[in-house]
């Protein structure tokens, strides 16, 4: 059984940083795209970004290309989003899950871990 600790989270100011990290467990993800997404009240899930186990290629929607990086460190079964210039709609909990196989393939919502809650102020 897939388990992922999503950690990182917390209250910024609007301008701000954060890294997000998630672990896995019982788990290699050789072979499988990880990837972020988010969810915030009264709006719908939104994906955010993937990276590919195997070859490191990346896939970030457009809202948070040019501030948000995802990155795999495969040795320790983690991935990361440094979250950079954070904006309140940024605001959200946020989610790893692994996808089904590449990244193109879909993010499995199911595999997700706990969350952890990004709060950024004005």
């Known amino acids: 059984e897939v388990q992922l600790v999503e950690s990182g989270g917390g209250l910024v100011q609007a301008g701000g940083s954060l890294t997000l990290s998630c672990a896995a467990s019982?788990?290699?993800?050789?072979?499988?795209?990880v990837g972020w997404f988010r969810q915030a009240p009264g709006k719908e899930r939104e994906v955010i970004s993937c990276i590919s186990s195997t070859d490191n290629r990346t896939y970030s929607t457009t809202s948070v290309k040019d501030r948000f990086t995802i990155s795999i460190n495969n040795a320790k079964n983690t991935v990361y989003l440094q979250m950079n210039n954070l904006q309140p709609e940024d605001t959200a909990v946020y989610y790893c899950a692994t996808a089904y196989r590449h990244c193109t393939t879909g993010l499995d919502f199911g595999s997700r871990g706990q969350g952890t809650q990004v709060t950024v102020s004005s």
């Open positions: 019982r788990f290699t993800f050789n072979g499988h795209g």
